[in-house]
């Protein structure tokens, strides 16, 4: 596969879960990647060297995505690296939970700074950089679309703003010939929500086809997103949630 030959990605979160799913998903499609994470040490740099085994330049950048400065840090050092930026996925998410009443107002912050702030703010440093035919994916949640269960609504926000943010700028970018699109995946096996959770079995029972997503499913769709196949595809959101909102 060679898809992404010669393009340059950023994938923020890419250390582990659906953001190292991506990471060597763009990898094995030709790209060169730069990732973020951040305090996974060990687990960031062992990823970085499998990407390595398959040819690609590779770069690990520590940053918390809660720092306006070290989110705008990563995109700057990504084009000085290696040399220029075609693809930024913004990966990077929390999740926090509970009754709206009993969130704490440092829980809402998270939230807000993590899952739109940063999301904004990597797009604005990326956008000078990005060529004709560039791409910015945003990943975002099936839970923008359907609150299906409580517990998670100031999440859902966060995920919700994704889509605003994706058509608006979507439309800025298109005369550039830049597409900009959001994913939004649905129950998937990470140890952020793992399929043998508490909560699991709750919403294994929304699923239309049963069973949670693998984060390769949702990798899948990014590389299809940023290759050439989707070079038509801009403004609008692709759920992959195996029926859950259905």
């Known amino acids: 596969m060679s898809k992404l030959a010669g393009k340059k990605a950023l994938v923020t979160g890419g250390s582990r879960g659906i953001g190292a799913a991506i990471v060597r998903r763009l990898a094995a499609e030709g790209a060169d990647i730069a990732f973020t994470y951040q305090r996974s040490a060990e687990t960031a740099q062992a990823l970085a060297r499998e990407i390595e085994g398959l040819g690609r330049k590779v770069i690990a950048l520590q940053a918390d995505s809660a720092d306006p400065a070290a989110v705008q840090h990563s995109v700057s050092a990504t084009v000085e690296r290696l040399g220029g930026l075609d693809i930024l996925v913004n990966n990077a998410g929390i999740a926090r939970g509970g009754p709206l009443e009993q969130m704490t107002l440092e829980d809402i912050d998270a939230l807000l700074n993590v899952n739109i702030r940063a999301v904004v703010l990597a797009t ?34 966060t995920k919700s703003a994704l889509i605003a943010l994706t058509k608006g700028v979507s439309r800025e ?74």
């Open 124 to 157: 604005r440093a990326a956008i000078p950089h990005l060529p004709r035919g560039g791409r910015i994916i945003n990943i975002g949640s099936n839970l923008a679309e359907r609150v299906a269960y409580g517990g998670v609504s100031v999440y859902s926000m």
């Open 173 to 246: 970018l298109g005369p550039r010939g830049i597409a900009v699109t959001l994913v939004n995946p649905g129950s998937t096996d990470t140890d952020m929500n793992p399929a043998q959770g508490p909560r699991a079995e709750m919403q294994r029972g929304l699923i239309s086809l049963g069973h949670y997503g693998k984060p390769e499913d949702i990798a899948a769709a990014v590389a299809f997103l940023a290759g050439p196949d989707a070079a038509h595809v801009t403004g609008t959101s692709l759920t992959i949630d195996g029926g859950q909102n259905a």
